[in-house]
């Protein structure tokens, strides 16, 4: 069993950074990919970016290229995602989800292991 716990949300300036944080508890990770996603108000979840463990390879949705990164804290089951120059768009329920497949991808509905999200309000 994978559980995923994410922090790190809450209320920010337009133009300012924020950096979510995405703690997993479980076995046999090594291999896994970890994703974060978004839930807009009124709008379907949809991918930002993955990392893989097995490499730490990354992977990005072209609209997320460029303001938003994709981390892991060395070989630990923590993985980031800093969001810098923020928009009023980007307010959202992020997501973290883990697939331990080993394949890297945004694939929604591929991924077994979700969290229960946090949410970002960008707003002045």
């Known amino acids: 069993q994978v559980q995923l716990v994410e922090s790190g949300g809450g209320t920010v300036q337009p133009e300012g950074t924020l950096k979510l944080t995405c703690t997993i508890f479980g076995t046999e990770l090594d291999r896994a990919c970890v994703g974060w996603f978004r839930q807009a108000p009124g709008k379907e979840r949809e991918g930002i970016a993955a990392?893989?463990?097995?490499?730490?390879?990354?992977i990005y949705e072209d609209y997320a290229k460029g303001r938003f990164t994709i981390s892991r804290d060395s070989t630990t089951n923590i993985v980031h995602l800093q969001i810098e120059r923020l928009k009023p768009d980007d307010t959202a329920v992020y997501y973290c989800a883990a697939d331990r497949s080993s394949y890297l991808h945004t694939v929604e509905i591929w991924y077994e292991y979700w969290g229960k999200g946090t949410l970002v309000t960008v707003s002045s």
């Open positions: 990392i893989s463990f097995r490499d730490n390879n990354t």
